[in-house]
């Protein structure tokens, strides 16, 4: 169920705790009052375990270690007391993670009294701010700011400068099986196919992202091919219910790239066969070269 309390408006959400304000609101330490940088020695940070965002580049982290080494850590981390002397990072963790690599001792931080709720919040508007994010972390984090904490996507947008309908699409991607998720999340295929894909079937929603990622297919190409894919698909003239006929079928036009069906003839239902369309040579060299392995 969404938080409806959170959804009345994002700038009272984020707004910047005065003294007073984190007076009134917790009985830690003075110091937490005290919204100047601090400097706290590195091993006492804790990455938070609902961190929106979900990868870390190596050679991303190591470009950014670099630019440490050369000019310290401009911005502060945001972290919250979570123990005696133990902080949970609430925004900054991949700058954490590249003080690390540089061997810093100690890091410039922030020190904020922040519910769980707010952690989130924060954190999620955080990366959605990164240039760097990619577009299913991106979409992950709009659905949670809509499910979890009862926004509009347009209110999503206001907040962040987008198009509602910008958010609404991303969204989407979301429908997507987990494995063209992961080929997106990992810039083996662009929003463009990804666009394409949210229009097929489950099934041809794999075989296509499976082509798209062999052949190196542009977002164009790839449209030309799945039109051409949806034409030649067979439909079995005798209807299969048996969902394990269904699940190898589908297997195995994964696998091999190209529409399989299974068609079951007889009394007994148990004999049946497999046929495999191609539309070029080379495409039944692929096939082939499946079945060597």
């Not at 984020?14 to 003294?19: F, H, R």
């Not at 190596?58 to 310290?72: D, F, N, P, W, Y």
């Not at 810039?187 to 463009?192: A, F, S, T």
């Not at 039109?227 to 048996?242: A, C, I, L, M, N």
């Amino acid at each position: 169920m969404p938080r409806q309390s959170l959804g009345k408006g994002l700038d009272e959400l984020l707004k910047p705790v005065s003294p007073q304000d984190s007076e009134t609101e917790t009985t830690s330490a003075p110091d937490y009052t005290d919204l100047g940088p601090k400097e706290l020695p590195i091993e006492k940070l804790q990455p938070n375990p609902n961190q929106p965002r979900a990868q870390f580049p190596e050679e991303s982290l190591r470009e950014l270690a670099k630019t440490i080494e050369q000019v310290g850590l401009v911005q502060p981390i945001l972290v919250r007391p979570i123990g005696t002397d133990q902080y949970q990072i609430v925004a900054g963790e991949r700058r954490w993670r590249a003080a690390a690599l540089c061997k810093l001792a100690t890091v410039p931080v922030v020190i904020r009294p922040l519910d769980d709720d707010k952690v989130l919040l924060v954190a999620l508007i955080e990366n959605l701010q990164r240039e760097d994010l990619n577009v299913v972390d991106e979409a992950e984090a709009y659905f949670r700011l809509h499910d979890e904490f009862g926004l509009t996507h347009g209110e999503i947008g206001s907040a962040l400068g987008k198009a509602r309908s910008s958010i609404t699409n991303l969204i989407r991607l979301r429908e997507l099986p987990p494995r063209v998720r992961n080929h997106l999340r990992n810039g083996d295929i662009e929003l463009g196919h990804a666009k394409l894909l949210l229009g097929l079937t489950t099934d041809l929603q794999i075989i296509s992202t499976r082509q798209i990622v062999k052949r190196q297919l542009s977002v164009r190409q790839a449209e030309n091919f799945i039109k051409k894919f949806k034409r030649e698909k067979p439909t079995s003239e005798v209807q299969t219910p048996d969902p394990n006929v269904t699940s190898i079928q589908n297997e195995l036009s994964e696998k091999f790239g190209a529409p399989t069906s299974i068609r079951m003839y007889g009394k007994s239902k148990k004999k049946g066969e497999v046929a495999i369309r191609f539309s070029s040579l080379d495409e039944l060299d692929g096939i082939l070269e499946h079945l060597r392995r």
